[in-house]
């Protein structure tokens, strides 16, 4: 007996989704219908209640022969929000089974990347969504493709007089017209026939209780003065350190001074404060969505994301070591060059058995112009730019494969700009590595998309990994001999520039991390590119 799924999100059409399930079992095909959105009872477009066979998740999709889509207004969106449906009509598609959908269902195809190359139709005005995924647009009331079969709108079928049904119908339709299985046709011609199955007794099951809001618990008053005392100690230090314009007050020809000594407290002191400043406003989220908060389930880093940190902890630092002490820091453009094939090996993983998408790839590309147009406004103001801003979103939103790549791709291309030199190899492994360290903490489930957590893991990464990376970079570039005082000059006298990198990057955070998550998000979800 074959075997059909048929999804069933919140906001579906109901006709398009019972008439199958009803049609289907007639005909004797064993019928399965999958709740999306987490559960059991689904609440059609007009709030009509239905009762799923199982959730979406829970199923073993190996022992079916077709998924079916039906239509509806949430329900489509839901339909593609959903990463089970979108895993299943990939592999079903893949596999050469039916894959089925509805009305303005097709349009989740599309967004799933299954039409591509194929012909399909949809409901009237909506052809844009197929067209921009590389399908053909047929404008027929029904389109079969190989194992993809598409439907307009239903009245469009129907009123076509385009109604494809089964085998026994279309051999007996001229003598039985009625007959729609091979069971009609057995009885009209005076065979015995073994009665329907009884359906089973409904049962109807009550809803579960609808979860209470979580009430957002006040900090008590102890934890206000911390942050407050915490936040003002930073804020004065770090306008204390920007102040210091005058960088021989801090290394002479004897190298460091008694004030960068202090200076060097001081700079302890900041790290410490942000901690606690962060340690005492900080609070669990009730975010439980995939989209704001990767669920503990799926934390665990992929194989490709594992061989990326091995790339960026073992071979980049390679590649940066045999650069200075083999060709003097002079073979930079090779150097940039290598590090910028190695950083890209990991998202080349994406595609592994797949053919890889233009879209994927342009949208990496308009992130790295983004970031460059970003640093090339804000010339003016030196280290003032939103480029840490933008690489820690790249990472938060696709990755750290992917935000270690935006994040080495902008230096290299902007240095095209502001010049190439010595420097640039290191600036990609910095910047990359910001990106590659909030993909990865994301996922991990130690950093949020709450605006205030971002904004404390820009201040971090501008100053403690791209500063702690590009200051003995610059000792190790410029100075004849390398020794603990002269790194320790370099990084000290880095720290004002540091510090205004870390403004620029609160700021642009705090105005822009969450538009700019959202629109990432749409994206995603839009042209089938979340994981």
Known sequence: MSKAVIFFAPGLEECEGLLCVDILRRAGVEVTIAAVGGEKIVKSARQISVVADALAEELDYTVFDACILPGGIPGVPNLKAD?????????????????????????????????????????????????????????????????????????????????????????????????????????????????????????????????????????????????????????????????????????????????????????????????????????????????????????????????????????????????????????????????????????FLIFEGRKPQARELVLIAVLVALNVAGRAAFFMLPEFKPVVAMTILAGVAFGGETGFLVGAMTMLVSNMLFSQGPWTPWQMFAMGSIGWLAGVLYRKGVLRRLKLSLCIFGVIASTVIFGGIMNPASALMWSESVNWKIIMSYYITGIPVDLVRAVATLVFLWLGAEPMLEKLDRVKTKYGLAE
């Open 83 to 347: 990463a089970t449906v979108r895993r299943v009509c990939r592999d079903f598609a893949a596999e050469g089974k039916v894959v089925a959908a509805i009305c303005a269902a097709p349009t989740a195809l599309a967004a799933f990347g299954v039409l591509n190359g194929k012909k399909a139709t949809v409901y009237p005005g909506m052809d844009a969504d197929l067209t921009a995924a590389g399908a053909s647009y047929t404008g027929l009331p029904l389109t079969i493709d190989g194992s993809i079969v598409t439907e307009a709108e239903p009245r469009t079928f129907f009123s076509g007089n385009s109604f494809y049904t089964t085998s026994a119908n279309r051999i007996a339709r001229d003598v039985l017209p009625e007959a729609v299985t091979p069971e009609d046709v057995i009885a009209a011609c005076g065979g015995a026939v073994a009665p329907e199955p009884a359906l089973p007794e409904y049962q109807r099951i009550p809803p579960a209780p609808e979860k209470e809001a979580q009430v957002l618990k006040k900090l008590p008053v102890w934890r206000k003065a911390l942050a407050a005392v915490s936040g003002i100690v930073s804020l004065v230090l770090m306008i204390q350190a920007i102040g210091v314009t005058d960088l021989t007050k801090l290394v002479d020809a004897g190298g460091l001074t008694g004030l960068a000594g202090s200076q060097m407290r001081l700079y302890g002191i900041l790290l410490l404060s942000l901690l606690v400043f962060a340690l005492s406003i900080g609070r669990k989220a009730d975010r439980p969505d995939y989209l704001i908060q990767t669920p503990v389930e799926k934390r665990k880093l992929r194989n490709r994301t594992i061989f990326a940190t091995a790339l960026i902890l073992l071979l980049i630092p390679l590649t940066l070591f045999i650069g200075v002490y083999c060709f003097g820091g002079k073979r930079y453009y090779f150097i940039s060059l290598l590090i910028l094939l190695e950083c890209m090996l990991p998202f």
